[in-house]
Nanobody
Framework: QVQLVESGGGSVQSGGSLRLSCAAS????????MGWFRQDPGKEREGVAV???????RTADSVKGRFTISRDNAKNTLYLQMNSLKPEDTAMYYC????????????????????WGQGTQVTVSA
């Protein structure tokens, strides 16, 4: 069974940076598509950035130019580098994994993913 363990969240001031990590076990990330999602209480889960099994990436308009998704195949780990953080970035951040090939649009949909991490909280103060 695939397991995902997230880390790197915390509290930072506006304009600061964080790097989130998602360590995967049970399946090589090089053969998967993966994504980062975020959610505040009472709101829908939002796709932030995705990477396909070929290494191609896409980011949501709300974070474009500020966030970068990447992976380290040797460490079997997914990363989200978050720069120029804003208070509206405050949320619980989750990583997710799927083995099947999907369209870019589908990869931004939370319902497409069967495997999820536990989440890590990011809080950005003004």
């Amino acid at each position: 069974q695939v397991q995902l363990v997230e880390s790197g969240g915390g509290s930072v001031q506006s304009g600061g940076s964080l790097r989130l990590s998602c360590a995967a076990s049970g399946y090589p990330v090089s053969l998967c598509s993966m994504g980062w999602f975020r959610q505040d209480p009472g709101k829908e889960r939002e796709g932030v950035a995705v990477i396909d099994r070929d290494g191609g990436t896409r980011t949501a308009d709300s974070v474009k130019g500020r966030f970068t998704i990447s992976r380290d195949n040797a460490k079997n780990t997914l990363y989200l580098q978050m720069n120029s953080l804003k208070p509206e970035d405050t949320a619980m951040y989750y990583c997710a994994l799927i083995r099947s090939r999907l369209s870019w649009w589908s990869l931004f949909s939370p319902t497409a993913y069967p495997d999820w991490g536990q989440g890590t909280q990011v809080t950005v103060s003004a």
